[in-house]
Structures are given as C-alpha cells and as structure tokens.
C-alpha cells in the first residue's frame, strides 16, 4: 500500500502545484510529502518533478506517468465504488460537454441508449469547440479530443482518434497528388481559421518524430463540417479526423494523402474533476462511453450509417 500512497501523493503533489498544498490538504506536514516523492523517484529510477522555491513543474516521465497514475487511481476508485454501492441506482443531473462535430456524431447518440437503462439521470449535453473550464462552468465531465495539458483534470482514454489529409478524386487530378508534407505548400489547404486558435497546423511524423506544417489557401472555417463539405467539392485537401471521412473514403468519394506520414493516433479522453468519491452517475456514464467506443463493432455500424444518411440525404449520424 506504500506504493499507493506515493502516487496518490504524486498526483496530489501535480494537480496542486506545490508539497504545501499537498500537505495542507491531508493534513500532514510537507516534509513527509516531500519524502514520499523522494521515495516514489528513488524507486522508479526517474525524476518526476522540478521542484524550486516558487513553483513545481512536471518532467516529460512526469507528464507521462502521471496521466498512468490518474488512471490507476480512478479505478481503483472505482472498483470500490462497485461493491459499496450495491443495489444503489444512479441519480441526479449530469452536465456534459464535448465538440460540436464528434458530439453530434457520436456522443448525443448515445445519450438516449444510457437514460434507458438509468432513468432516474437527467443530462444536459453542451456542444461547443472550445476548452470548458468544468469546475467554474458546473460540468460533471468533458469528452475531449488530443492533448491534455490541465493536470487539474483526470482523464481516462476512452478510444483513438486517427486523422488523415484527404481530398476529393476531383482535386487530386486537377492539382496532383502530394508526395511529402512540404508539397502542401503548393496546394490549396482547407484549414481553421486563426481566430479559432484550435488548429496552429497539421501534424505529420518524419525520421521518428511528429512534425508540424504550416498550411495555408484561398479559403478557412471556424467550423469543421464547412471544411468538410469544401473538401467533398474539390475545393482543396483537408485534415480530418477518421471518425468523420472514413465512410467517405471507404465509397470514394474522398482519397487519403501522405498516408506515409500520418502522425500517430490522439487520444479520445473523458476528463472530470479529481474528487474523492466520483458520482455513481459520472462513473457509470464514463463507462458506458467507454464500453461502446472500445466495441469495434460500433465504429464500423457509426460508418455505415453515416454512408446511408449521405446517400438517402438524412440526417442520420450514427
């Protein structure tokens, strides 16, 4: 249980900033937190944190591992809350916020599946592209995709997301094909606009490490789905995630680009408040996200609806 201790301390020590604070709140003094990071550093052979007079920051194996430690953690956590809630039922409201375009895709499908079997919830699903800040703003969890620099957060990875370069046949024949990231220069790029502030380039790997192309063209949009329908007119070549184009490029209508270089998979995070006991409705929610993204067999269906809506002209997403 000492290892326990140390990467409950660890985590602690991250998300407050500083051993007084980690000290003050389990009512210790910050030396025997300092000794159990000391120990927790010793053991793994790594250091873990910078620590100066002013202020504590993360290593890279910091930053690494303590994502790892969150999730151990919350399972831990959770594994618990199993057998000490037996026969309870999830109640309350759940406040939820995810993007626009992945939340209408794939999380207010799913909406409606969870409430059958937890019907003493109520949710309120926002959909907005930005960073909600969840404790100010009163959100229970956020779906977030990529990069998580809020150590104040907990994350758990529920699934990948995968992004490619497509283009329409039309473009490609009309343009050419690019055979390296810096030919996107000589092409008509569909990306963010620069107010959005989301989307600094497009990502790729070379020799091993991940790389980012500044791109540019005649046209931007604040709105992903605008991007998208550009591209499926030919407009020029977009970055898109999988779960978006997959079914276009499975039928055609879009071809996919320097797939050689394609940067590895992000991650699609559920991310919510460190608190001691977690919701049972937050919990079970996060898990019924997760058992159904980490189903293969979902993916592939979500594909193929979204094939027949394009066909049929609804508005069926998944």
Not at 3 to 16: D, G, I, N, P
Not at 215 to 222: A, I, K, L, R, S
Not at 304 to 314: F, K, P, R
Request: glycine content about 8%.
């Amino acid at each position: 249980m000492d290892h326990f201790k140390q990467l409950e301390t660890f985590v602690s020590v991250a998300s407050r900033g500083s051993l007084s604070a980690a000290a003050a709140a389990e009512g210790v003094a910050p030396a025997i937190i300092g000794r159990r990071i000391d120990a927790l550093e010793e053991r793994l052979g790594v250091k873990l944190l910078v620590r100066t007079t002013r202020r504590i920051t993360l290593t890279f194996e910091g930053s690494a591992f303590l994502e790892d430690c969150q999730r151990i953690l919350n399972d831990l956590h959770n594994a618990e809350a199993s057998v000490s809630a037996g026969g309870v039922k999830a109640s309350g409201h759940l406040r939820v916020t995810a993007p626009a375009g992945f939340g209408r895709k794939h999380v207010a499908p799913v909406v409606p599946l969870f409430i059958e079997s937890h019907p003493d919830v109520t949710i309120t699903l926002d959909l907005a592209d930005r960073v909600v800040d969840l404790v100010n703003e009163g959100f229970d969890c956020a779906i977030r995709l990529g990069d998580l620099p809020d150590s104040n957060l907990v994350s758990i990875r529920l699934a990948e997301n995968r992004r490619v370069v497509v283009a329409s046949p039309a473009y490609l024949a009309r343009a050419g094909t690019p055979r390296e990231p810096e030919a996107l220069a000589h092409h008509n790029c569909l990306a963010f606009g620069a107010s959005a502030n989301v989307q600094r380039g497009w990502v790729f790997q070379q020799d091993g490490r991940p790389v980012t192309i500044k791109v540019g063209g005649t046209m931007e949009c604040t709105d992903g789905a605008v991007l998208h329908e550009w591209c499926l007119q030919g407009h020029g070549l977009a970055w898109r995630s999988w779960w978006e184009v997959g079914h276009e490029i499975a039928s055609g209508r879009l071809v996919t680009v320097l797939d050689e270089f394609q940067a590895p998979p992000i991650g699609i995070h559920a991310v919510f408040p460190q608190r001691k006991h977690l919701p049972l409705r937050v919990r079970l929610f996060i898990d019924h996200l997760k058992n159904t993204y980490g189903n293969p067999v979902y993916w592939r269906r979500a594909e193929q609806a979204a094939a027949l809506a394009a066909e049929t002209g609804s508005e069926v997403v998944a």
